[in-house]
């Protein structure tokens, strides 16, 4: 079992940046691919990015290319998520989810473990 604890969200001006963390439990996390989701009121959730258990790859979404970078400290059981550049299109809930496998996938089904989400919010 994994638990997944997000944390860094808030409201933020067009333009500004937020640092989420996903703090997980467990002494498996650096086996787990991790990737960020998030869903906006009224939309389906969609794939923001992932990163493979190791670090060394990632996956973006288009719309936060060039804006956005997962990382991961496997000595810390955590995965981050440095927004910058944010736009009010960015406003959702946004979680973290794990993978009992090394590589990562952008849908949603294909992840094991999942975080109760943390709200970010951009202001126009």
């Known amino acids: 079992q994994v638990q997944l604890v997000e944390s860094g969200g808030g409201l933020v001006q067009a333009g500004g940046s937020l640092r989420l963390s996903c703090a997980a439990s467990g002494r498996t996390f650096s086996s787990y691919s991790m990737a960020w989701f998030r869903q906006a009121p009224g939309k389906e959730r969609e794939f923001v990015s992932a990163i493979n258990s190791r670090g060394g790859s990632t996956d973006y979404a288009d719309s936060v290319k060039g804006r956005f970078t997962i990382s991961r400290d496997n000595a810390k059981n955590t995965v981050y998520l440095q927004m910058n550049s944010l736009k009010p299109e960015d406003t959702a809930v946004y979680s973290c989810?794990?993978?009992?496998?090394?590589?990562?996938?952008?849908?949603?089904?294909?992840?094991?473990?999942w975080g109760q989400g943390t709200q970010v919010t951009v202001s126009s």
């Open positions: 989810a794990a993978r009992q496998w090394s590589t990562p996938r952008r849908a949603a089904n294909q992840y094991d473990y």
